[in-house]
């Protein structure tokens, strides 16, 4: 009897070679891919079991660049996935939510909710617009003093934390040791999403742990129960609050204490659709979606762009020298090293793509990683380099942009799913990266803590943003 996979394989035109045995990869110079063996033709070969490997995570570009050339769609069977690897194929497929959809993803389903991010058309539209307009535009703009003040009030708590001997600030001959992430990045994002939506202060730290969970749910059977407890504790929490927030809403406030709005949780209570309230999981899952969305990928790119930009000092005295110019710091970080690696879709149809057929219903990852690093978009794309003259780095733009050359970045994504918190994670890192830089004199890479790839230079960001990121600077 035929077997589903041979038909497919069939269909695909695929070979049917066992890659299911284990396998080792020895780690490559950074740029050079393993070779994995080359067809008559001399094509490139490639074993799918690369993806898991150490070797994947340090240094990803070299396999990307292989599949952009060679298999544009690769046909992954080891792991039953579409890659779909450059930027031109990856944006089309974004911007059809019809054609490719985002259901049923599932990996966040329990732990998040019913989240907008498996919804598509109407219903999907409706959903983000509850929400999305507080996270853009003058709403934001307003927030900006309070994004500024929170980051203060984190890097004036140093102090107190180095005399309390914490292992994360240490004091040593006038200069000051400090891992970035556990003293700002991790956190910083989620107070300011906190207070976006209207969490009372004192609820902060539970909040804070709710987060935690759920994002370690999302990783891993052993961990799934902690976060959809979270999120249980999470729902209850709120639904003692919406009642209250419906009879007395509550309001953000700018710095001199003058109401700029209503908060996301209490606009959210409020909302009716067809004459009734959203439910409290409805609400739940908003909420978790905005926090779980905006926490872990602003974190990494706050990280990722300190790490990047103190390697390149002359850039980095640049950005020093004129703050204008930690917009386009923030763009190129994202591009070059993005927190986040691409989003899962499903094709409606059959389709065919480059030759490959594709049938209805399959997982199709799309790269964006691979997208942000396409030659075909970004001249030498392994570069760093904020001053670059094909990123466009203006006001973030559902449609992308493609004018003089430039195209955006794809960490947002584009089309309907464009991230409804890029710009609000903008002003995160810029704002919190303005206030650090004025605070931290001579900062550098603490060269002892910092992890060290193969050649002993700084290991590279690969496919996951910096862990820690270990900052000495000056106390004088
Ligand atoms: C550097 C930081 C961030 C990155 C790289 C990032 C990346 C992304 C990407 C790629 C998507 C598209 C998903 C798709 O196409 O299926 C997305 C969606 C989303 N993001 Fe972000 N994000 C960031 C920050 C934030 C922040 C701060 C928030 C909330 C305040 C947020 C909330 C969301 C939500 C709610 C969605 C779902 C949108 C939808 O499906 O319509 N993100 N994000």
Known sequence: MTSVSSVIDDLAGLDTEDFSQPKEFPLMPLGQAVDMG???DGTPLIDPRIFNSPEFFRNPYPYYRILRDHYPVYHDKLHN??????????????????????????????????TQLELSGIEHRRRRTL???????????????????????MIDDWDRAAEEGSEYVIDKDGVRTVELGMMFANEFPIRVVCEVLGFPKESQDDFYYWYNSMMSGLGGSDTHKVGLEARQHLEDYVESMVEARRIEPTYLYDLEGN???KDIITK????????????????????????GGGGETTRGAILNMWYLLLQAPDQFAAVCADDGLWDLAFHETLRHSSSIGGQPRHNSFDIEMHGVK??????????DFSANHDERIFKDPETFDIFREDLY???????????????????FGVGPHLCPGAWISHQEAVEGSKILKQRLKNPRINEE????????KFAPTGIISVRGLWLDYDLT
């Open 38 to 40: 080359h067809a008559d």
């Open 358 to 367: 594709i049938p209805a219903g399959s997982l199709m990852q799309m790269v």
């Open 131 to 153: 929400y999305g307009q507080h996270l853009v535009g003058e709403s934001l703009k307003n927030r900006i003093p309070a994004i500024q003040h929170l980051a203060t009030e």
């Open 259 to 261: 109401p700029v709005s």
């Open 393 to 411: 780095s203006g006001k973030i733009l559902r449609s992308g942009f493609r004018k003089e050359g430039r195209c955006s970045h794809m960490a």
């Open 81 to 114: 996935t579409y890659w779909v690897t450059r930027y031109d194929d990856i944006t089309e497929c974004y911007f059809d939510d019809e054609g490719f959809n985002t259901i049923p993803k599932g990996s966040s389903s329990g732990v998040l909710g019913n």
């Open 268 to 291: 959210l209570c409020e909302t009716k659709i067809d004459g009734d309230y959203l439910s409290t999981e409805e609400i739940t899952s908003n909420i978790a979606l905005v926090v």
């Open 449 to 456: 803590r910092t992890p060290k790839d193969i050649d002993g």
